[in-house]
Each structure stands twice: as C-alpha cells, then as structure tokens.
C-alpha cells in the first residue's frame, strides 16, 4: 500500500513518511463516518424537537397528542404522566370450579313415537358460563333415554348451550360483547374469561358466520335512512396496509374491511342492493375524498374539514390582510352552520338562520380575491355548491361528519392497541360482529342479551332466521325533503 501510495504522488518518500501519510488517511475516513453519524443523530434530535414543538399531525393533532395543554400552567407541564414505576396494577382472579352436578332429565315420552322411555345412561358434560363479573364451571348430568318400542335413544337438551359446545350461549355473547363492543383486547378478554385464543377466535368465527346473513338486513337499512355518514381510516391485516370503512346512519352501523381505500369495496358491499338504482335518495354525509363521487347519493361535505383548511391558510399567511379577513369571516359562517344542527330551534327559527348563513357564506366566496389561497378556498365552494348546503334545506343533515367520526373510533382504538388482524377471515369476523352488535346497540337493545336470545333459538331449532329475529322488518322511513319541514332531529347532539 505504501508502495502505491507513493508512486501515486509520483515522489520519493521514506518510510516514516509514508506511514503517517496512512495514518492521516484512516482517520480522515473515520472522522467522515463520525461526522455522518452525528449529522444522522442531530438531525433525528432536530425531528423529535420539531415534532414535540408543532404536533405531530398538525392542525389535525388530536388532544391525546398534544404535548400538554394551551393553558395548563408551568408546573403541570412538568409532570409526567402514567402509573408509577414498579405499580404491578390490578387483575382480576378467575374463581374455582363451584357447585353441585345439575341433574338433567330426558324426556319421559319417545318424541317419534310416543310410547314411554326408560333411562338409559347418564354422562358428564362440563360447560363454562358467564354471571356477570364471575365464570361458573358447571357440570351438568345428561341423561338418555331409549325409547321400549322402537329401542331409539334420545339426550336432555342442555339449555342455552350449542351442541358440541364448552361454552353457553350467555359466555359467548358476553365475551363477544367485550371484545367488539367494549374495545377489550382480546388477551383481556381470554384471561378475564378463562378461554383460550385459539378457542376465542373459533368461537367467534362460527357466530360471526352465523351472523353473515345479518348483513344485508343492515344494508337495507341504511340504504332507506334518509341521512347516512361514511368514514374510513387505515387497518392492517397480518401485516399489510388496508382499510376500514364505516357506514352508518341513524339505526344502522355497517363496518368492512377492504384491501384499498378506493370507493369500489363500497360499491361491492352495496352492489346487490342498488341493482338498477341510479340515485338514491336522502344525503350521504363524507369528508371531501373523492372516492365517494360515484356512489349512487346525494353527498353531503363536512365543513369542519373545510374550517380546518381555512385555519390553516389563516396560519400560513399572518401578515396578508386579505387572508386574514377572508378567512375570519369564512370561519365564523362555517361554525355558526356546523353550531346549527344541535341547537334545540323550532322549525320557523332554524330554516331562516341556516338560509342566512348559507347566502353569507356565498357571498364570501364568490367576491372578488386576488390572493391565489383564498381564490383556491373560493373554487372549492363553487365547484362543489350542490355537495355544501343540504343542511339548510333539511334539519336532519348535519354540516359536518362527527356522528361518522365518532362511530368509527371504537374501530381506531382497537386498531391501535391490537395492530389489526391477522387473516382476511379475522378481518371479516370483525367487520360482521362489529356491525351487529353495533347496531344492536342503536335500536335500543342489549346486544350481549340479544345475541344470547339468537344464539339460544339457532341451538333449539338451526333453521331459524336470526337477520329475521335481530332486526325485525320495519314500515319505509320518511325519505329526506327538501325545504323547511316540520322533521324531527334523529341523530342524537
């Protein structure tokens, strides 16, 4: 190396020389890869700075990531939250076995051909039920019988238990009820309940199939409310990015996991119900994405994704007078629209307040602009006038998509705390309870009562209509009017 060192510099060198010369070289090149690594770090540093400073979503930050609060003082920003070091918590510990054997008798008289039995054995059958806050392990005698004449043999029906089953009716629909309808997570869940994972996702994927014919009852639903809400927010599935999506009205929540966030795996859930359909009618409610464009409905956009634009232009251009005046007056109409909805007005006060803010905010963005941002706020509301005022012809629709929003976030939490699913069948066992016992939950109905009520009637008689029994047909809902009507608010404030 030395000697090629040297010919390179075309010179003579001694020895010593050329020694150092290396030895310059090499710690040349160390001291670049440490100057990289520590540009790498400070600039990681700088990040997270940045990031603690300006929130990390910006103006879209929800209050759980803010840093600390605007108006919290000095010393309660210094103080770090969560349980103390060491703090071991407290579980819940799953009792004994309890309890005597049930005696469980068969029937007395053979059910084909109504001569008397005689008994015939007795077994052991071990069963885990759910009281609330306690799980009992029974152990019920089953006995058979055989029938003296045509020498058949028939069981006692273990009541609210399904055949081959270890778990009763009430144990499922409770465990199901926490998981999809609480926001347990599923280790919670099973060690709460005593019940295996594998044993869990069984369980639930057989009630889950089950309650598949359920789904198109829901889609019936919402297709005839007159107002509807759609939202989606990202899912991942062993691994993989997708999407949630959730539709839902006034007593109906549908919730689908698709591969994409395109309007397609919408369509495709609707598909066999808006054969032949052009446009329905009623609103659908939705933030400005634009794969809601194609679907058959009137849309409806949620002004409060249209304030946070306008405050963010606000933001961007403090000096500039001409957006901080358009967008003062912008935001103080689209407020006062969203503010509308849950004010308790009589009709003959509530239409002519929303038809005034609706011509003002026409007004303000048809003026003249000559300020590209403002101008480009100004082409969005007149491009879009038939998607921005339905809730000034009709009280029901709101000005923004909070109910849909606020629907979907027992969907977000849980994607948060369990990192998705991990098959396209969990994905899809989820989407159908989820769906279920949500809008069971809207009727008025206990859902884990509900689904222990199905699950006992599919255990007595298999051919019974469980989409039937959960959601019972219903007369037409009014359809949507246009124009101050005398209609009642059905979607709660």
Same mark, same amino acid.
């Given at each position: =190396?030395?000697?090629?060192?040297?010919?390179?510099?075309?010179?003579? =060198? +001694?020895?010593?020389?050329?020694?150092?010369?290396?030895?310059?070289?090499?710690?040349?090149?160390?001291?670049?890869?440490?100057?990289?690594?520590?540009?790498?770090?400070?600039?990681?540093?700088?990040?997270?700075?940045?990031?603690?400073?300006?929130?990390?979503?910006?103006?879209?930050t929800p209050s759980s990531k803010e840093p600390f609060k605007a108006n919290a003082?000095?010393?309660?920003?210094?103080?770090?939250?969560?349980?103390?070091?060491?703090?071991?918590?407290? /579980?819940?510990?799953?009792?004994? %076995?309890? /309890?005597?054997?049930?005696?469980?008798?068969?029937?007395?008289?053979?059910?084909?051909?109504?001569? %008397?039995?005689?008994?015939?054995?007795?077994?052991?059958?071990?069963?885990?039920?759910?009281?609330?806050?306690?799980?009992?392990?029974?152990?019920?005698?089953?006995?058979?019988?055989? +029938?003296?004449?045509?020498?058949?043999?028939?069981?006692?029906?273990?009541?609210?238990?399904?055949?081959?089953?270890?778990?009763?009716?009430?144990?499922?629909?409770?465990?199901?009820?926490?998981?999809?309808?609480?926001?347990?997570?599923?280790?919670?869940?099973?060690?709460?309940?005593?019940? /295996?994972?594998?044993?869990?996702? *069984?369980? =639930?994927?057989?009630?889950?199939?089950?309650?598949?014919?359920? =789904?198109?009852?829901?889609?019936?639903?919402?297709?005839?409310?007159?107002?509807?809400?759609?939202?989606?927010?990202?899912?991942?599935?062993?691994?993989?990015?997708?999407?949630?999506?959730?539709?839902?009205?006034?007593?109906?929540?549908?919730?689908?996991?698709?591969?994409?966030?395109?309007?397609?795996?919408?369509?495709?859930?609707?598909?066999?119900?808006?054969?032949?359909v052009a446009r329905l009618a009623g609103v659908l409610v939705v933030d400005r994405?634009?794969?809601?464009?194609?679907?058959?409905?009137?849309?409806?956009? +949620?002004?409060?994704?249209?304030?946070?634009?306008?405050?963010?232009?606000?933001?961007?251009?403090?000096?500039?007078?001409?957006?901080?005046?358009?967008?003062?007056?912008?935001?103080?109409?689209?407020?006062?629209?969203?503010?509308?909805?849950?004010?308790?007005?009589?009709?003959?006060?509530?239409?002519?307040?929303?038809?005034?803010?609706?011509?003002?905010?026409?007004?303000? +963005?048809?003026?003249?602009?000559?300020h590209p941002g403002v101008q480009a706020i100004q082409t969005i509301f007149r491009?879009?006038?038939?998607?921005?005022?339905?809730?000034? !012809?009709?009280?029901?629709?709101?000005?923004?998509?909070?109910?849909?929003?606020?629907?979907?976030?027992?969907?977000?939490?849980?994607?948060?705390?369990?990192?998705?699913?991990?098959?396209?069948?969990?994905?899809?066992?989820?989407?159908?309870?989820?769906?279920?016992?949500?809008?069971?939950?809207?009727?008025?109905?206990?859902?884990?009562?509900?689904?222990?009520?199905?699950? !006992?009637?599919?255990?007595?008689?298999? /051919?019974?209509?469980?989409?039937?029994?959960?959601?019972?047909?219903?007369?037409?809902?009014?359809?949507?009017?246009? *124009? %101050?009507?005398?209609?009642?608010?059905?979607?709660?404030?």
């Amino acid at each position: =190396m030395k000697g090629a060192l040297s010919r390179r510099l075309g010179v003579a =060198m +001694c020895s010593g020389c050329l020694s150092k010369m290396v030895e310059i070289d090499r710690l040349k090149r160390e001291v670049g890869k440490r100057d990289k690594r520590i540009a790498a770090l400070e600039a990681k540093l700088g990040r997270q700075a940045r990031t603690q400073a300006e929130r990390p979503f910006g103006d879209s930050t929800p209050s759980s990531k803010e840093p600390f609060k605007a108006n919290a003082p000095e010393e309660d920003r210094k103080k770090r939250g969560g349980a103390r070091v060491g703090h071991c918590g407290h /579980g819940r510990s799953v009792p004994p %076995p309890t /309890g005597e054997p049930e005696p469980l008798a068969a029937p007395l008289v053979c059910p084909g051909c109504g001569a %008397p039995t005689e008994s015939h054995k007795v077994e052991e059958r071990h069963v885990r039920d759910h009281i609330p806050e306690r799980i009992v392990d029974r152990t019920i005698l089953v006995e058979t019988r055989r +029938c003296r004449a045509c020498a058949g043999s028939f069981e006692a029906e273990v009541p609210g238990v399904l055949p081959r089953r270890k778990y009763t009716n009430q144990f499922l629909a409770d465990a199901a009820a926490e998981h999809y309808l609480a926001g347990r997570t599923q280790g919670d869940v099973c060690s709460r309940f005593g019940i /295996g994972a594998g044993a869990f996702n *069984g369980a =639930m994927q057989w009630i889950a199939e089950l309650l598949r014919p359920c =789904m198109d009852q829901l889609v019936l639903r919402f297709l005839a409310a007159p107002v509807r809400f759609s939202d989606e927010t990202g899912h991942r599935e062993d691994g993989a990015g997708c999407y949630s999506w959730l539709l839902s009205s006034a007593d109906a929540s549908i919730f689908q996991v698709g591969k994409s966030r395109a309007g397609a795996v919408v369509l495709d859930l609707l598909a066999p119900s808006l054969e032949g359909v052009a446009r329905l009618a009623g609103v659908l409610v939705v933030d400005r994405y634009v794969a809601y464009g194609p679907l058959p409905f009137h849309l409806q956009y +949620c002004f409060a994704h249209l304030l946070r634009d306008v405050q963010a232009l606000a933001k961007d251009f403090p000096e500039v007078p001409e957006v901080q005046v358009f967008c003062a007056a912008l935001a103080s109409q689209l407020a006062a629209a969203m503010r509308l909805h849950c004010r308790p007005l009589p009709d003959d006060l509530y239409y002519p307040q929303a038809t005034a803010a609706k011509s003002e905010i026409i007004r303000i +963005c048809t003026a003249q602009a000559r300020h590209p941002g403002v101008q480009a706020i100004q082409t969005i509301f007149r491009e879009n006038s038939h998607r921005l005022y339905h809730w000034a !012809d009709d009280r029901r629709v709101p000005a923004d998509n909070n109910y849909s929003e606020r629907s979907i976030r027992p969907l977000v939490i849980a994607r948060k705390i369990s990192f998705g699913t991990q098959s396209e069948r969990g994905s899809a066992t989820r989407s159908v309870i989820m769906s279920v016992l949500h809008t069971l939950r809207k009727q008025g109905d206990s859902p884990a009562e509900k689904l222990r009520e199905a699950l !006992d009637l599919h255990a007595r008689d298999p /051919g019974t209509d469980i989409a039937a029994f959960l959601f019972p047909a219903r007369p037409p809902q009014p359809q949507l009017r246009c *124009g %101050p009507a005398t209609v009642p608010t059905l979607l709660p404030r």
